[in-house]
């Protein structure tokens, strides 16, 4: 059976955060565990959530473009066994597929009235909402934002001007805060997210995302509106420059 997309209701990002945030108190209360880093995101899947992970490289999963499953009957979580060997990849799909059970299960089979339960897969093509829906909480699973900003915290202020300084920023976070099974355009998206880098492009974890030449700012701890004024009025000063010949004005 497959369900129709728009039953699953929008959900703010905040309010995704928020069950992200609620899942990991849950499990630290049921366990007696003190928060940690990196977030033991296979324990919380099998241990507090009850599912099976199960590595396959068959059937739909013979197909390196699906990543992972979700079967709700069954309590299993599926892994392309083609991401089994990329720590942050895999650790990001599982993340996701917890987030399908947190944010799409009920929805899911109730809609599907006693018929069979089909997979729910995750795959790199273009994202319904559900799935971009699963994505954001698996990046505030894995990278709550209050260790994210306490960390960046940590990070001396400079301008950031390039990919690269974004993905070194993003290894510096990492290392920093202990998030060692992200990858890091896990993070620099995670940072983007977080309004660290506001006017930054999503990366991609492709060549791809070196060539497209775009400039932004990365500040520390700023609030969105106040990293938004101060990037617009960067940009009037820098085409002010430009329009005089690099001159300013006295």
Known sequence: MSVDPSIFPELGGDAIERKASQLLRDYYDQSGRKEQFPVPVEVIAEQHLGYDIDIVDDGLFSDPDYLGGIIFDRNVIQVNAAVEAHEGRYNFTLAHEIGHHILHRDIYLAARDGEPCDILCRDTGEKPLIETQADRFAAALLMPEHAVRRTVEEYPFRRVT????????????????GFTNV???????????????????????????FSRGSGFMVRRAFPLAVQNTLWKLYSRVTRRKKRSGGRSKR
Do not use: C, E, F, P
């Open 162 to 177: 390039s990919v690269r300084g974004l993905r070194a920023m993003a290894a510096k976070v990492m290392k920093l805060g």
């Open 183 to 209: 990858s890091n355009t896990a993070m620099a998206n995670r940072l983007i997210t977080l309004g660290y880098a506001s006017a930054a492009v999503y990366q991609t974890g492709t060549a791809h995302d």
